[in-house]
């Protein structure tokens, strides 16, 4: 069973940042995109950053030049960089992989457990 665990939450004050990284607890055949989502209380999830195996991204534009999305191919990990951070962004942030687990039979999408992040003074 592939899992993704997340790291990287917490509590930081405005302008400051933090680093989210997620990875699959076990191995994979292939991943075709991963990204962070995150949801707010009593808001819908919402995505904040995706990026595919070619290396294409795409971001909220809330976040566009405060947050970068970055992949370690060689660990299948995913990291979100967070800078300038804002009270409104305080959620809690979700990891989302799409893949193969054995092979090209069947392609799949895992969430992870997520992770909190509070921006607060």
């Known amino acids: 069973q592939v899992q993704l665990v997340e790291s990287g939450g917490g509590l930081v004050q405005p302008g400051g940042s933090l680093r989210l990284s997620c990875a699959p607890s076990?191995?994979?055949?292939?991943?075709?995109?991963m990204g962070w989502y995150r949801q707010a209380p009593g808001k819908p999830r919402e995505l904040v950053a995706r990026i595919t195996d070619d290396g294409s991204t795409n971001y909220a534009e809330l976040v566009k030049g405060r947050f970068a999305i970055s992949r370690e191919y060689a660990s299948n990990t995913v990291y979100l960089q967070m800078n300038s951070l804002k009270p409104e962004d305080t959620a809690v942030y979700y990891c989302?992989?799409?893949?193969?687990?054995?092979?090209?039979?069947?392609?799949?999408?895992?969430w992870g457990k997520g992770t909190l992040v509070t921006v607060s003074s």
């Open positions: 076990g191995s994979v055949f292939s991943i075709a995109a």
């Open positions: 989302n992989a799409d893949l193969w687990v054995t092979d090209y039979s069947g392609r799949e999408e895992y």
